[in-house]
């Protein structure tokens, strides 16, 4: 699948402009994780660029999120890996256990998108140009910030042999390359 045809679907099942950027933000972000650990950068951003492709559908039935998009996908060419990846995103609603570098990266990445936006928004700038990732993990460290983020999936990262700031430089790098994208 290209990152085209990937774009083509999410226009066709994502309306919402920010689910939309969300998903801009974690393929940025899988992009720069799949340079880091060996993987491949078009494969690991359609990841990311799809992983909540069924949010729309299944967001009042958080224990469907993932088993729609598979469905979605199943016929594509995507590998398997990347059709688990997705899945396991959700793994604590859907009984998975996350096995692979690339479960961990998808998980990890998608969440900090949120704490990353919400940290920019409220920044004197609401800009991602001068946000510094000091302020992120400060704010991370604040359980009333961005209640609804999970720390623990952002800690993730740690599975993937990453410290916490160097994860948060990493995706902060990533969102400010398509910030004009993010509007941010």
């Known amino acids: ?7 083509e679907l999410l226009t066709r099942h994502v309306k919402s ?3 939309r950027k969300h ?9 720069k994780l799949a340079e880091r650990f060996g993987g491949d950068p078009d494969l690991w951003g359609i990841a990311g660029l799809l992983h909540d492709l069924d949010f729309e559908y299944t ?4 224990e469907e999120h993932a088993k729609k998009a598979v469905d979605i996908l199943k ?17 604590e609603m ?3 256990t996350r096995e692979t570098t690339l479960d961990y ?26 946000l510094q990732a000091k302020s992120v993990r400060k704010r991370m460290k604040s359980k009333d910030f961005a209640r609804n983020v999970s720390r623990e999936n952002i800690m993730m990262c740690e599975k993937l042999g990453m410290e916490l700031m160097e994860f948060i430089e990493l995706s902060l ?11 941010l």
Do not use: Y
Not at 23 to 31: N, V
Not at 174 to 182: G, N, P, T, W, Y
């Open 173 to 183: 790098e990533a969102m400010r390359s398509i910030r004009a994208d993010l509007g």
């Open 17 to 19: 402009d920010n689910l």
């Open 1 to 7: 699948m290209t990152r085209e045809e990937a774009l």
């Open 75 to 91: 016929d594509t060419d995507l590998p398997e890996e990347v059709l688990q990846a997705i899945l396991r995103h959700n793994a």
């Open 105 to 130: 990266a998808l998980t990890a990445a998608e969440t900090i998108t949120g704490l990353i936006v919400a940290a920019a928004l409220v920044h004197p700038d609401k800009s991602l140009a001068s």
């Open 23 to 31: 998903c801009l933000a974690t393929e940025a972000i899988m992009r």
């Open 59 to 62: 967001k009042d039935k958080p």
């Open 94 to 96: 859907l009984g998975l």
